[in-house]
């Protein structure tokens, strides 16, 4: 439409900004989504977008939060060990922010709940493409569409992969880092989140576990008919995880000793 201007970097959903806000289209879990982005202005969480409706053409309506949000390859300021540590803290507080959160049981979700206790609401895809950074520190998190009740450790781990880096070396232009840096940069992570000792040791097998997650919905998706993860197959984005899990795998030891030094 005029006046808008299309934003890049999802991959999956067509998303505008139209002036302060931003419309993606909605499905069925946008009710779920929405009262839980209410439910965070209302405990005064901030790294979030509040949401605004559905326009006229049935797209929501959210804020549109300023800032830099980094793409692949990711800039030196998205690697720091402050941009880390203040992913970690960020994403504590969400969690905590959520605990109270009365998640209706008519409630849809996009991702059906992962085994374990609902501790929290996850936000199902915590990484770097999926939050503003200002002055190369995270503010804020957006794309909410994934959220789902689960247990801490499912979206901690899953944000370790992404902002730790935890992928195989072999990799190119996504961060990867020598396993040892890799372990202590886990470290870090998970000391900014305050993570505890039993998800402390229940991390790396969790992230296996999400990676497998994650490529079992790629081809339920792409079976479906839904073009865009049916061209990510295409590109080889499985093989990718599944190197990934490979070497999380091989590596487990070494992180969670990290982890629980």
Do not use: K
């Not at 996850?122 to 247990?151: E, K, L, M, Q, S």
Request: hydrophobic share 40%.
């Amino acid at each position: 439409m005029p006046g808008e201007e299309v934003l890049t970097g999802g991959g999956v959903n067509h998303v505008v900004r139209s002036g302060d806000t931003v419309r993606r289209p909605v499905g069925a879990w946008t009710p779920a989504v929405h009262a839980l982005l209410g439910h965070l202005e209302a405990r005064g969480f901030a790294g979030a977008p509040r949401a605004h409706g559905v326009d006229a053409e049935g797209r929501e309506i959210l804020d549109f939060v300023p800032g830099d949000v980094p793409d692949f390859p990711l800039p030196e300021w998205a690697l720091t060990d402050e941009a880390l540590v203040g992913a970690g803290e960020l994403l504590r507080a969400y969690h905590d922010a959520t605990t109270d959160f009365p998640a209706s049981p008519d409630f849809s979700w996009y991702f059906p709940s992962p085994a374990g206790p609902a501790e929290v609401i996850c936000h199902g895809d915590v990484a770097t493409y999926n939050c503003v950074f200002r002055d190369g520190r995270p503010v804020a998190f957006i794309d909410f569409d994934t959220a789902h009740p689960g247990p801490r450790v499912w979206d901690v781990s899953y944000a370790a992969y992404r902002f730790v880096s935890l992928g195989d070396p072999s990799h190119e232009g996504v961060g990867s880092w020598p396993v040892e840096e890799q372990a202590r940069r886990l470290r870090l992570f998970a000391d900014a989140y305050g993570l505890d000792e039993a998800d402390r040791h229940a991390l790396v097998r969790t992230a296996r576990e999400r990676l497998e997650h994650l490529v079992r919905h790629m081809y339920d998706q792409a079976a479906a008919g839904h073009e865009a993860f049916a061209a990510h197959i295409a590109r080889g984005d499985d093989r990718f995880y599944r190197t990934d899990v490979a070497h999380l795998a091989r590596h487990e030891h070494t992180l969670r000793s990290a982890l629980t030094a």
